[in-house]
């Protein structure tokens, strides 16, 4: 079973195609949403992969709940490995989710990452389609090459270009924090067709919609940018360089 969480499609794209060269199935922990003790249970000789998008150098919000509160039914000689889409740094994504792994029981075999765009828009520029198109052509050869290693069962870590680990305690801690500030988000009113479609697929329940326009009721989110990259009409920013800076869904 490959276990993931994804926003805007590229955690999800990777552990599909992981999951159909191993002749194994992908599946997002958004299906246990609500369930207090998710059960997870793997075959003798099976295999147990997590992959999750890197924020701030650390795990998404909700990767983080759902393995706190997910109990594992893992044999000793199952392969178990994670891994990480990144865009600048991987951080060290991968080694905090195979330390919350740890406790809960589960050892992890092997690490890995992916490199492709960096989906926090605020910040990075994706307008220029030709060099995105380019990235996620090179990304597409790194998966295959995670898939045969995670198919010869690879030992160690293989992930690239992580931090120290150090750093990447400090800016999750503080960086994090400020990404999941809903204050930020704002909506052309004059855009907005209110399909409420941000609502439906916000991870933490964040939005409501109220007189059809979308309103941020918590005040963090998961940081996801969900909400931004599908909304049909590109009606919701986030600071003043996301309209410029474009959306972003795996092709």
Known sequence: MILYFSAEGNSRYVAERIAEHLGDTAVSIETFKGETNPHI????GGCLGFIAPTYCWGLPTPAVDFLKRATFEVPANAYV????TFGTTAGQTTRFAANLLHERGVE??????????DTWTPMFDLSDTEKVEAIN???DEQIDECAQ???????GNHVRRAVPMFAAKLYYRFGLPA???TSKFSVDANTCVGCGLC?????VDAIQMRDGVPTWSKSECAACLRCLHSCPKFAIRRGPKTHAHGQYRHP
Do not use: H, L
Not at 110 to 115: F, P
Not at 149 to 155: G, T
Not at 199 to 203: D, E, H, L, S
């Open 149 to 155: 290693m995670i198919a010869n069962r690879a030992m």
């Open 137 to 139: 052509a090179r990304a």
């Open 179 to 181: 990404c999941r500030d």
């Open 81 to 84: 490995f994670t891994a990480t």
């Open 199 to 203: 609502a439906k697929r916000c991870p």
């Open 108 to 117: 992890t075999t092997a690490q890995y990452s992916v490199q492709m765009p």
């Open 41 to 44: 249970a793997v075959e003798e």
